[in-house]
């Protein structure tokens, strides 16, 4: 990833009589360019948070980013940052601190989800889950750790799953590294509970993105036809619906508000009941 992070202002300072609550603040959301990842960039955006936003698609980060500095009146670079790349993981959250100041929000967002049964994992898939969805929070957060501390205020956010607090057949490698977040989450939450920075999870269910099509599509391929299986994928959330990636966002930006210091170690569910 050689390109050179760039910035989307808005184009009038005056955004409206909106709270900002996390004014001031610089918030990193990786998978910032779609899916859940865009839809909580705009939501801390609206809180007032300035933004980056990586992932590899830079063409959706830069459309992501526009779209959201134009809605919400804040600043949001874009940062082509591959999270399996473990050397590039402290270097590129240092050219955010030197662009948009430090980073005291951090939103573990990005992930992958591969699916197959036990028996046709390969080590390579295994491994690939494990680092993107376990492996590079931990490295993000040990990086964005030392500022959270200097400014006397930090929020980790990691978006887990459902399936990091229950099982599902056929997605061992997805299951077992948000298993592994969470784990991260309260281990992580416990060890700086006496400073300033929390540490939650956000674990959605089945929520309307390129994921979730890509689990019908799965379904799809074992004969069932497409109605059948969104009905598949809506039945386990008791509401009988897929979540909207606007209500996860909600639940991570409410985390990150400066009177939410109380809440630490948490692994929210955003799945209309599924887990409780
Ligand atoms: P999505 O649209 O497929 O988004 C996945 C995001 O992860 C993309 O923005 C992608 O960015 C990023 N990503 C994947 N591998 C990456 C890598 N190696 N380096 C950098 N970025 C990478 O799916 P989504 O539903 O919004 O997923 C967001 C999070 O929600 C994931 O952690 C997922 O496990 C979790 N989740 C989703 C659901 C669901 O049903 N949708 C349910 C529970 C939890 P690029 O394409 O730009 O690389």
């Known amino acids: 990833m050689s390109s050179q992070p760039q910035v989307a202002t808005p184009d009038t300072e005056d955004s409206g009589p909106l709270p900002r609550p996390l004014g001031g603040r610089h918030a990193w959301i990786t998978g910032g360019g779609h899916g859940i990842g865009a839809a909580i960039a705009a939501e801390l955006g609206r809180l007032g948070a300035n933004l980056t936003i990586s992932g590899r698609n830079e063409k959706a980060l830069a459309a992501s980013a526009r ?10 670079r874009w940062q082509a940052l591959d999270i399996a790349d473990e050397a590039a993981l402290a270097p590129a959250l240092g050219e955010g601190r030197e662009a948009q100041g430090p980073v005291t929000i951090l939103v573990n967002n990005a992930g992958i989800a591969p699916s197959m049964p036990i028996g046709k994992l390969d080590l390579a898939t295994w491994n690939a889950a494990l680092s993107v969805n376990v492996t590079a929070p931990m490295l993000l957060a040990q990086a964005a750790l030392p500022d959270m501390l200097d400014a006397g ?6 978006v887990a799953s459902t399936a990091g607090l229950r099982g599902y057949p056929f997605v061992s490698a997805y299951v077992a590294s948000k298993h592994a977040l969470v784990g991260l989450t309260r281990a992580l939450a416990l060890e700086l509970a006496k400073g300033p920075v929390t540490v939650n999870a956000v674990c959605p269910g089945y929520t309307e993105t390129a994921m979730a099509e890509q689990a019908m599509r799965n379904i799809v391929q074992s004969g069932k036809t497409a109605e059948q299986a969104r009905a598949i994928l809506a039945r386990g959330n008791p509401q009988g619906r897929l979540v909207d990636p606007a209500e996860v966002a909600q639940a991570v930006g409410w985390l990150c508000l400066p009177g939410s210091t109380a809440i630490t170690g948490q692994s929210i569910a955003v799945a209309g009941g599924e887990v409780m």
């Open 67 to 76: 779209q959201i500095a134009a809605e919400t009146g804040v600043a949001c």
């Open 153 to 158: 205020f930090g929020r980790i956010v990691n």
